[in-house]
């Protein structure tokens, strides 16, 4: 049954109800915008209070907090996710060193934005699940790719001859932490950041490159 936008704070009577689907959209982007301001310490009756509804309308459209927080989810971490991002990293017909470059301008592009990332931080300090779903779908999809890839460069046995060690995901943790922590510095610290995102991205692929060899060696021999 469709939610019936009626309801209305008496300061706002003036205001034009919205249609369903406008008033689920206003919600999500209020709440998206409320989150990545205050964390999730917020409150629902002041996001009510800040959109000019009652309390009640919006857990009309989400009934817990929790509802809202997992749409939030889907709309700031899955929908800019980009399943095509793991076969790219495995086309072997480029260079592992452009591989690694492309997906991390493109990965980067989806990413850095102040929603984006300050939300992502305050999951994290709430102990939300944000970040456990968000992390493990990164680790699955990305980091596991680029260690077998990492393999394949190496000459190293493949994961069906030896199993991928938490050691190497970490090793590909440093990597990626590394260009992640250019858009914590932007946002949550609020500190410079390099002008040429692309440049710096290539530098530090290409320094982790040139020195990841003996540890993945050391890694999979042990």
């Known amino acids: 049954m469709a939610v019936q936008d009626s309801e209305a704070r008496p300061d706002n009577r003036g ?8 008033r689920e959209r206003q919600i999500i982007d209020g ?3 409320f989150f990545a301001e205050v964390g999730f310490d917020g409150q ?11 309390q009640p309308l919006l ?4 009934p817990t907090k929790q509802d809202l927080i997992d749409r939030v989810y889907d709309e700031v971490y899955l929908r800019r996710w980009r399943d095509e991002w793991t076969d790219e990293l495995r086309d072997r017909s480029l260079s592992l060193e452009d591989r690694l470059v492309r997906y991390y301008e493109d990965y980067t592009a989806a990413i850095f934005d102040y929603e984006w990332i300050r ?10 699940d944000i970040n456990k779903r968000y992390l493990d779908m990164v680790r699955r999809k990305i980091l596991s790719v680029i260690c077998a890839e990492l393999r394949e460069e190496l000459g190293l046995p493949g994961p069906d ?7 190497e995901i970490d090793l590909a943790w440093s990597l990626h932490a ?8 932007k946002w949550a610290y609020r500190e410079a950041v390099p002008a040429d995102l692309p440049a710096f991205i290539r530098r530090n692929v290409t320094t982790f490159l040139r020195g990841v060899g003996p540890a993945m060696r050391e890694m999979v021999a042990g």
């Not at 939300?119 to 939300?128: C, H, R, T, V």
């Not at 001859?161 to 050691?167: A, F, L, S, T, Y």
């Not at 590394?178 to 510095?185: K, L, N």
């Open 59 to 62: 857990f009309r459209y989400f």
């Open 178 to 185: 590394a260009i992640f922590y250019v858009g914590v510095r």
């Open 161 to 167: 001859e030896v199993p991928i060690g938490r050691d």
């Open 44 to 54: 629902t009756r002041e996001l009510a209070r800040r959109l000019g509804i009652t």
């Open 15 to 22: 205001r034009r109800r919205l249609p369903p689907e406008e």
């Open 119 to 128: 939300i992502f931080m305050f999951s994290g300090l709430k102990g939300e």
């Open 31 to 33: 709440a998206i915008s």
